[in-house]
């Protein structure tokens, strides 16, 4: 099961301008073969059919335990395409405006998402279940594991050189450090299992993640040496596995024994001219005040979201500053 918490893993920058161009190549990192719902299924279904797991624990436990972080990447991706897609000024309009639909680098985040993420590649293609490799050979799915993340790295590297708005280059930079986590965790566990010395084998490909500046931030606090554990009493076996040095900087990796703190989401605006989530949000926000009168709740919502209650992000400009 997933124990979920409403949290991002980690921080966006608020909408800007909005660059449905843009979003449509992140989609690679959503929907693609490399992306984020790739390497979710690829390690649940391995998690899923692994046999013998009392026998092979330490690395039944890495298996899963990594499938759980790789949810919280779909949803941090999803964030940032939705970020893209978000037009401050249509949440401010009075009624839904005319759309450029040509301005749109895939017409369905509009007409099928209401501005939003998709299960989809960048072309728009649905993601593809033929994409999961669960062969049940523990070396072979390893070494799948391995090249998986190798070229999702890669794909996020050219998301990077391609897309410069603010919400792309938060996301590519911190998901080329924790992708790189997990590369290394496979390449550990190939290791220890067969004495094939990978540490030749790194970088691969040959980003230098400590010169690109979304990066940096994540690398200082040591992002690219953890391996968290998702569960509050499974997956104990995982520094069996995950240990050594790193193979780029020769720090020692460390198993974090807790899932990360994660940080506020930022509560997107509504945007009426896509009935998202109406094209009067403000009735909708009013029958909820209502509901949660009636059940005795307080008035004001109880989540917890980056911005205050006028609307202004100083979480976020103190994360990102």
Known sequence: MFLRFDRHATQLPPPSDPDPQGAACVQELLGGKYGEMSTLMNYTF???????????????DLVANIAAEEFGHIEIVAAAI?????????????????????????????????????????????????????????????????????????????????????????????LLCRGGVHQVAYARAIEKLTGADLMKMFPSPRIPTEKIPECKPHIEKGEHLKLYRFSPSDYLELGAVFTGPHPETGEE????????????????????????????????AEIAARLRSEAGMSEKPSGEVAQNEEGVVDKVKDALT
């Open 46 to 60: 391995q998690s899923f059919n692994f046999r013998n797991r009392q026998g092979a624990r330490p690395f039944y």
């Open 82 to 174: 939705n970020t893209m897609l978000t037009d401050p000024a249509e949440a401010e309009a009075e009624a839904p405006s005319k759309v450029d639909g040509g301005s749109f680098g895939n017409p369905q985040h509009f007409i099928a998402g209401g501005r939003a993420a998709l299960p989809q590649d960048s072309n728009g293609n649905p993601w593809n279940g033929d994409y999961v490799h669960a062969s049940g050979d523990l070396i072979e799915d390893l070494t799948h594991n391995f090249f998986l993340e190798t070229g999702a790295r890669n794909n996020k590297l050219k998301v990077y050189e391609m897309v410069e708005h603010p919400a792309a280059r938060a996301l590519t930079g911190y």
């Open 253 to 284: 990796l460390e198993v974090v024994d807790k899932a990360p703190e994660g940080v506020p989401p930022m509560d997107l605006p509504s945007q009426p001219d896509a009935f998202a989530p109406d094209v009067a949000p403000e009735e909708i």
